[in-house]
């Protein structure tokens, strides 16, 4: 997450986009959908992050930021490019978990 300490929303927005893009086979227009989606999740997440809230609330408002995002996802992508993205997805989220743990293990 440190590369992505100092990028703004729209910056990680369009990361995500491109990685969507490469990676599910976009079309011009699905692409602009995902975009404005991406970018408006990026935002609201950056809202969050800078609020004084606790750390579980936060985390429970990123969980339901989330899954408003794959709801959305889900009415724009055809149904095999939403199977792959949640494929994906949980593939980094395994890949970012044994980072963690790793670095938590090392720590230690």
Not at 73 to 83: T, V, W
């Amino acid at each position: 997450m440190d590369p992505l300490k100092d990028t703004t929303p729209a910056q990680r927005a369009a990361m995500q986009t491109k990685w969507m893009e490469t990676n599910l086979s976009l079309d011009a227009k699905t692409s602009a959908s995902v975009s404005a989606i991406n970018l408006k999740y990026a935002q609201e997440n950056e809202t969050l992050v800078s609020t004084d809230e606790p750390k579980f609330k936060k985390l429970m408002a990123f969980k339901e930021h989330s899954d408003a995002k794959n709801a959305e996802l889900k009415g724009i992508f055809n149904p095999e490019q939403y199977s792959l993205y949640e494929q994906k997805k949980s593939e980094m989220e395994a890949a970012v978990m044994q980072k963690v743990k790793e670095k938590y293990e090392s720590a230690q």
